[in-house]
């Protein structure tokens, strides 16, 4: 069985900034890619960074140069590092992960989301 928790979420004020993790724990062989996704309310679910296993990046638009996301492969955990935090923003945030197991059955697994708000 394998989880995915996430932290690191709260409110703060528009410019400021966050550090999200999530860290996978359980029966664990192998991690591919490790991301990030958002969700507002009324609004669908997107994608916000992605990370591969050999730590290529890809971001959505609309946060590219505001934030980082990276891993620590030896701490099976992901991070995304906000800076410069806008009200638009606001949203629950997602990790997700390409996750294999001991059992070599391979799957996404997502953590239970964790709340960012940006508000003055």
């Known amino acids: 069985q394998v989880q995915l928790v996430e932290s690191g979420g709260g409110l703060v004020q528009p410019g400021g900034s966050l550090r999200l993790s999530c860290a996978a724990s359980?029966?664990?062989?192998?991690?591919?890619?490790m991301g990030w996704y958002r969700q507002a309310p009324g609004k669908e679910r997107e994608l916000v960074a992605m990370i591969s296993s050999g730590s290529r990046t890809n971001y959505a638009d609309s946060v590219k140069g505001r934030f980082t996301i990276s891993r620590d492969n030896a701490k099976n955990t992901v991070y995304l590092q906000m800076n410069g935090l806008k009200p638009e923003d606001t949203a629950v945030y997602y990790c997700?992960?390409?996750?294999?197991?001991?059992?070599?059955?391979?799957?996404?697994?997502w953590g239970q989301g964790t709340q960012v708000t940006v508000s003055s």
């Open positions: 359980g029966s664990i062989f192998t991690i591919n890619a």
């Open positions: 997700n992960a390409a996750i294999t197991g001991r059992n070599y059955h391979a799957d996404f697994y």
